[in-house]
């Protein structure tokens, strides 16, 4: 393992988090207190603003805005949706990334995103020991998806469970307002392959408010099923909740919620194809065969950015995969994503290892069906044992006027 | 002006709020201080409670758990929503709450509503008056459209837009995050005839995370106009967020809303017909007039529960109406509504007076065009002063589990 010495560069990728900023925040601060860092730089627009030159000088930012990172949302950074070419098939790319690299003595590099980051890490690093050019490279996780394989969570993923949870323990305390008149309420959330955000709203069960009815990707979707589900609470409890992951499919793997699109094959008033949406769908099927008043709640881009109402411990442990990927990288790691290892002890602790990039990218890790119970829609005590603690402890956000604070980033040209 | 000795009974009517338990438990933690009340009642859904005698004890519930009132959303008493028929033409009604009012020796109601709820508070209180019964009868506003007239503001409409706000500023940090593929969002905003809230979403330009464009139900809608908007904003800019309210309507009147909806007389894939909605409507046309990625965002029942994102000035003037109309009851005053009347002074303050009921009653107080630009697509800075010091103050909330702890009564019969 050799120490280097050189620059550093930090991007972003994939979808914004309440949190990705806080492990921006973590590389940032520690690579500049770092002797073996010479210059601390960032690429706007992840990978693209490598290939295109977009680069800025973390060194010349305010550190009052640096450190306002935790308290904002989305990608302070700039985020892209950009997929490497293998290098044997075409190095284009990466000739380039050297090309950069070398302009500016880059000598770290530390990448903020998902599994499809880790795998654009994972390729970077390759090429880079195949052409013998040294550069210690680490990926930083995040997704609100939690579904990147080799940790116990994702940064981002306590966040986005906590606003949920809160959000339709919200809901449905206001839907039960008009007691005998309730309306049903069905949420759609995030999660197209892993039902961890749909999971995440059984959270709010805990304090009594939380969904009725859960439907995951992970098992197959029976429109019969769900609609004997609802008659079923409604009768029961007089009232009815729903939480469903907008990957929902049916048997034969049908998203249910293109079953709602094909009326998309249909104009609307002004002659223009219509967008479906899975609440939607579902809102008018229950509504049709219930005939009760029934709301369908798309949670949308609001669960992946609402810093306001971010987890603690999810901020904290974001800040720290970030400060632990420099430490690492500066010790003569590379090839490596920080992963959270949680601790076999009575009290809730993660500790902060490095998996090898190879084991993160591209793999996708699902909600466990043993954490469902047998009808497959609700989840167990054991989930909540393991998603809980991840919601903990207060969001820590400067405001101003009322209003979050969030960084101001100059991003002078490097 | 005779001081009544007596019961007190106190409803909660039409759409919550994240506020207005914290009047209701301004009302009853006043009374049950109060030598003038015998005895604190609520009744559960509001006046359809008083009719079906679905009454409660105040006075067992434990003092904590109404002390949690103030971090808990939707109407912890039960809401409905029912209109008094005139009693000239059938008495019923009235005939049974007075029959009520007897039974529990009741000389104080307090009504917290709408102005529908203070058209219902003036009803009973002339019949009352007619038939002889004294009873001093006050009115406790709320809603979060803010369209309740004699009252400078009212109370649940500051939460409504703090969290508008906030969370129109969390997304629209969001969409940029991609550069130049930033996706246009609009938001859908509750408001059928005054625009309140989706002026609200204004409010993160001050931090300069706000709406670019914004239109209101006060104004004429029209749709080639508003596509032109976006076109010169989106090439300006390179993003575009719109705040829309539900309610805006073309120069004939039509709701934008309906037009999406007659695509609704299609049939879906399950031959259901479907439902329309604004933001699905507009982001179709958006999204087939620019080719560009188009997000529709409903905020839907989030934005009048959100508890966890309240005003603290908000809370504060809503437990403090309810406090006051119960001093001002046991004070002599009838037929009257609690108003916020705003200091003319250099700092924020309002005080809190007695209005005629009448004059609340059915009124509708929409946005004052003078507050929007020229081309009525945005508003101006006279609309910030107005509006900014009500979203100002931290949340008080308890929360428990990393949720918010919400107020748990037993509703004991009385």
Redesign the interface.
């Known amino acids: 393992m050799s120490v280097l010495k050189g620059a550093c560069i930090v991007g972003q990728s994939g979808g914004?988090t309440s949190v990705i900023n806080a492990s921006a925040q973590g590389v940032i601060e520690t690579a500049l207190a770092n002797e073996n860092i010479t210059r601390v730089l960032a690429a706007?627009?992840g990978i693209l603003g490598i290939l295109e030159d977009r680069i800025f000088d973390c060194g010349k930012e305010d550190p009052r805005e640096i450190a306002l990172l935790s308290g904002?949302?989305?990608?302070a950074l700039?985020?892209?949706?950009y997929k490497l070419k293998d290098s044997d098939v075409d190095d284009t790319d990466y000739r380039r990334i050297l090309e950069i690299f070398q302009k500016y003595d880059i000598r770290y590099f530390f990448y903020n995103g998902g599994n499809d980051s880790m795998d654009t890490c994972n390729k970077v690093s390759k090429y880079m020991q195949k052409v013998g050019y040294e550069c210690n490279i680490i990926g930083v996780p995040k997704t609100i998806d939690n579904d990147l394989a080799g940790t116990d969570h994702c940064p981002g993923f306590g966040s986005a469970a906590?606003y949920i949870?809160?959000?339709v323990?919200?809901?449905s305390?206001?839907?039960?307002?008009?007691?005998t008149n309730a309306p049903i309420?069905i949420f759609e959330i995030m999660g197209r392959n892993a039902g961890w955000l749909t999971a995440a709203a059984h959270?709010?069960n805990?304090?009594g408010?939380g969904p009725d009815l859960e439907y995951l990707p992970e098992v197959p979707f029976s429109?019969d099923q769900f609609l004997a589900d609802v008659d079923r609470v409604r009768a029961e409890k007089g009232k009815c909740i729903v939480a469903v992951s907008e990957g929902v499919h049916d048997a034969e793997g049908n998203f249910i919620s293109e079953?709602?699109s094909?009326?998309a094959q249909?104009?609307?008033?002004?002659g223009?194809?219509?967008?479906g949406?899975l609440a939607?769908?579902l809102?008018?099927?229950v509504?049709?065969h219930t005939g009760l008043k029934v709301?369908?709640?798309?949670l949308?881009?609001?669960q992946?950015?609402?810093?306001?109402?971010a987890?603690g411990t999810d901020l904290a442990e974001a800040y720290e995969v970030g400060k632990q990927a420099v430490l690492a990288a500066t010790n003569g790691e590379t090839d490596k994503m920080m992963a959270l290892r949680r601790a076999d002890s009575e009290d809730y602790r993660c500790d902060v290892v490095a998996v090898p990039l190879a084991e993160a990218a591209n793999a996708e890790r699902t909600v466990p069906v043993e954490w469902m119970n047998d009808a497959h829609n609700e989840m167990t005590d054991e989930f909540v044992k393991y998603c809980?603690p991840l919601?903990?402890?207060?969001t820590l956000q400067k405001?101003?006027?009322?209003?979050?604070?969030?960084a101001h980033l100059r991003k002078e040209h490097a």
């Open positions: 914004p706007e627009n904002t949302p989305s990608s700039g985020s892209c949706r906590k949870a809160t959000s323990a919200e809901v305390l206001d839907a039960i307002a008009y007691g309420v959270l709010a805990v304090i408010e429109v079953l709602g094909n009326l249909t104009k609307d008033a002004f223009h194809s219509q967008m949406g939607g769908t809102a008018n099927l509504k049709d709301r369908g709640i798309e949308s881009l609001l992946r950015c609402a810093a306001h109402c987890s809980l919601i903990q402890g207060p405001t101003e006027n009322g209003l979050p604070r969030f």
